[in-house]
């Protein structure tokens, strides 16, 4: 399993976390985090989850290929499940698998997600809209587009 944890400051900007052992992510003190997961192993992805007692039946969808709910909630948990189309060439559809837990954010794919990679660069940068009230909406997104962020 391949993955990367990035930190979310009190600007809302993403870092690269100098966290590198996933089980330290449920310390006290430790900053909201996102962990962006390269499906591989699912004994690794399991093991990882039940780290963050994540709820047994979320555990079985996001282990799921190809998930039998698209949304659901378990326990302190909102799992959502999202068809995508990284390629017009592709066969067989994948998912993006959104796990949502009090101070973590977990997306699982099986390949890189274009979209994800986007919203890395974006928030990687202090430059992005939503720190730049400046540039407006319009100045990135296009007229009428309004930029939601949320506090952790």
Avoid: Q
């Amino acid at each position: 399993m391949k993955y990367t944890i990035y930190e979310i400051d009190s600007n809302r900007v993403l870092k690269k976390s100098p966290l590198t052992n996933l089980t330290m992510l449920t310390l006290p003190g430790t900053p909201p985090v996102w962990v962006d997961i390269e499906r591989g192993n699912p004994d690794s992805l399991k093991e990882f989850l039940s780290s963050l007692d994540v709820h047994a039946l979320a555990i079985e969808a996001c282990l799921e290929r190809v998930p039998n709910s698209r949304i659901g909630i378990y326990g302190k948990s909102l799992f959502i499940g999202l068809p995508m189309l990284l390629d017009w060439a592709d066969k067989d559809r994948t998912f993006l698998t959104i796990l949502c837990l009090p101070g973590i954010l977990v997306t699982i794919h099986e390949k890189p997600v274009p979209v994800l990679d986007s919203i890395k660069e974006d928030f990687l940068s202090a430059m992005h809209p939503a720190l730049c009230p400046s540039l407006g909406p319009a100045g990135r997104l296009g007229p009428g587009t309004e930029i939601v962020t949320f506090s952790p």
